[in-house]
Nanobody
Framework: VELVESGGGLVQPGGSLRLSCAASGITLDDYAIGWFRQAPGKEREGVLC????????YEADSVKGRFTISRDNAKNTLYLHMNSLKPEDTAVYYC?????????????????WGQGTQVTVSS
């Protein structure tokens, strides 16, 4: 199983970014896929999760209305669309997968992780 994130970078406050999570060795439909982030000195936190097999989702209050998930089944890739970015969104963003039907916001419930991609929101 391999998850590879990409798309991070430096963006100004109010800007947008799209992160990608390309999966190999698994089929996204069979897994709960979560996006997590970790800022310096802080614990890793759940941002968004989707489990296509059941429709289960999770969304952190801090990103409601600003972040969304989409997927491209043909590419076996999940995307995190981030809009109206704020400096407090600055973190390393990770995607993670677990072969369960329901989402969880707890990192220790996910077995497979990508390497992370840095997102910096600053003027």
């Amino acid at each position: 199983v391999e998850l590879v994130e990409s798309g991070g970078g430096l963006v100004q406050p109010g800007g947008s970014l799209r992160l990608s999570c390309a999966a190999s060795g698994i089929t996204l439909d069979d897994y709960a896929i979560g996006w997590f982030r970790q800022a310096p000195g802080k614990e890793r936190e759940g941002v968004l999760c989707i489990s296509p097999s059941t429709g289960s989702t999770y969304e952190a209050d801090s990103v409601k209305g600003r972040f969304t998930i989409s997927r491209d089944n043909a590419k076996n890739t999940l995307y995190l669309h981030m809009n109206s970015l704020k400096p407090e969104d600055t973190a390393v963003y990770y995607c993670a997968a677990e072969p369960v039907p329901f989402c969880s916001r707890y990192p220790n419930e996910y077995a497979y992780w990508g390497q992370g991609t840095q997102v910096t929101v600053s003027s």
